[in-house]
């Protein structure tokens, strides 16, 4: 063998209205045959209407070590929800 | 890191799975826990791919249309949950390849019950009924395990496995009904099937060296002797509707325990198989190793005409 054939994420929408989400991953020659191969492994049911795949490589990813200053840092910002704010009893359709 | 880093890691690490976080493919995770997963999984895709084998064997000699489409179907299914299987693993820093190899060494295993032969057509219906009843008790569990990639792997395969079950047990149930020939052949299968499906269910309790920790991680929720249990249970009423009779004279229906007792398993029969000599170990090896060597002049011409045409649309572009 003298070269693998190259790692895809595979996305499907499973039906108009919706995004497309992460199904899984497999290996083919190009993105042609990745979709081919996408449309069978994890479509065999009709779970989608349009696939996207892309070489995994092109991901870049967040590393899980740097989630504090991430994420947590929106913890303690409470005045980003309305539950914040301080309304009078009888005020309507706020 | 320090060895008492390491050791708080490990124990913000256990209280995650404690909560039933999910542990996702960058996540800290101990090494044990990265090995074993690679061995469990991997092992679990071996086994969806040697499980073609038995069954292909029958796809082309199967009795109608209606039984060939949906044999077809189970075992493309199959393929499906091994592709499924070995790229949640590869998630853990494994190659596909080193995969392949351990599997074509021998180095890693495979679920001993396809190195059984499928001798007659009812033999499908046997496998489809035990074999993969077996194998849904094993896996409805996995599908709540702390892995993230596997879990959700185990969601899919799970879904397309009931069909798997009822189309065996509809093949089994029309020749259980059919000539008294065709009765002997569904009662010859399952005389050959029971026992092993039952050794499917891994070894007994106190010989399986991986239980403790593997509950810990959510990697297994009940033991090998509950699973069996929980599957003769269920079984035996099949049996008894479609009027075959389980090969084993001392099963018995416990009022106090609510279970059947049944008797004892043959576990040398499973080391043997396990260790390789079971009836077509050899035989699943060499297709399979096979079809992996005279497959790669085709995986070769894909990936040469896939470099072949980017660099086409390359000198385009320029």
Known sequence: MKKNWPLWEVFVRSKNGLEHRHFGSLHAADAEMALENARDVYTRRNEGVSIWVVESKNIAASNPLNNGELFEPAQDKVYRHPTFYDLPDDIKHM | ?318
């Open chain 2, 1 to 318: 890191m320090s060895e008492e880093q390491i050791k708080n890691l490990e124990v913000q690490f256990n209280a995650r799975i404690e909560r039933d976080e999910k542990i996702e493919p960058k996540d800290w995770m101990p090494e044990k826990y990265r090995k074993t997963h690679i061995r469990q999984m991997s092992q679990h895709a071996h086994s969806e791919i040697v499980g073609m084998l038995p069954e292909g064997n029958w796809i082309s000699r199967a009795p109608s249309l209606r039984r060939k489409v949906a044999l077809l179907a189970k075992v493309q299914d199959e393929a499906g949950h091994g592709l499924y299987l070995y790229s949640a693993t590869e998630t853990l820093g494994i190659s596909r390849e080193e995969m392949y190899e351990q599997l074509h060494t021998g180095k890693a295993k495979y679920s001993s019950i396809f190195n059984y032969p499928t001798l007659t057509w009812a033999d499908m219906g046997a496998i489809g009924w035990l074999v993969d009843g077996a194998a849904i008790i094993n896996q409805v569990p996995l599908c709540n395990t702390s892995y993230g990639p596997y879990a959700r792997a185990m969601i899919r395969v799970c879904k397309e496995e009931s069909f798997h079950q009822r189309q065996g047990f509809e093949i089994m149930m029309k020749l259980a009904k059919g000539t008294s020939e065709q009765k002997d052949l569904a009662q010859d299968a399952l005389n050959r099937w029971w026992w092993p499906s039952l050794m499917m269910l891994g070894p007994k309790d106190e010989e399986s060296v991986h239980t403790e920790q593997s509950m810990k991680w959510k990697l297994k929720r009940k033991s090998n002797d509950d699973l069996r249990q929980q599957f003769i249970d269920q079984t035996v009423p099949q049996a008894d509707l479609i009027g075959l009779t389980i090969p084993d004279p001392e099963l018995k229906w416990n009022k106090e325990r609510g279970s059947y007792d049944f008797g004892p398993i043959n576990w040398d029969e499973f080391w043997q198989v396990v260790k390789g000599h079971g009836p077509c170990n050899k035989e699943r090896m060499k297709a399979r190793v096979g079809a992996w060597k005279e497959g790669e002049w085709v995986r070769d011409a894909a990936m040469a005409y896939a470099e072949k045409q980017a660099t086409k649309n390359l000198n385009k572009a320029v």
